[in-house]
């Protein structure tokens, strides 16, 4: 048998964007200054010009990512789980969940330890 190596979640993560991004040139990453911590990097690392870092605005970056699926686009948009779910939640709910959207939101740390980061990124 194999040995499996066991990688964190956010590692198989950014590797699966990148193994995406060759099969699909249609599929974009989006995050809020994150790139390091979502390990979003590794996609922005092979394909720059499809990663989109959105600055500390989790909802505008919602509302960026629905148009982007509306006209044909794949966004993946990645953040920590109290940002992606309490800061931009109306952005999610009206301009994700409700028309015929294909995007993808992927929320890191939604644990209930700070851990290395601070409490209100939990």
Do not use: W
């Not at 394909?47 to 990512?65: F, L, S, T, V």
């Not at 999610?92 to 700070?114: H, M």
């Amino acid at each position: 048998m194999a040995e499996i190596k066991k990688i964190a979640t956010r590692e198989a993560y950014g590797n699966a964007l990148k193994e995406l991004g060759a099969e699909l040139p249609n599929l974009v990453v989006l995050d809020a200054d994150l790139a390091a911590s979502t390990k979003t990097a590794v996609f922005k690392k092979s394909y720059p010009d499809r990663h989109i870092d959105c600055g500390i605005a989790e909802a505008n970056m919602m509302g960026i990512a629905a148009g982007l699926s509306l006209v044909g686009k794949i966004p993946f948009v990645s953040s920590f789980a109290m940002f992606a779910a309490g800061r931009a939640f109306e952005q999610v709910r009206n301009s994700i969940g409700y028309p015929p959207s294909n995007d993808k939101v992927v929320a890191t740390r939604a644990g209930i330890t700070g851990g290395e980061d601070c409490s209100t990124q939990q």
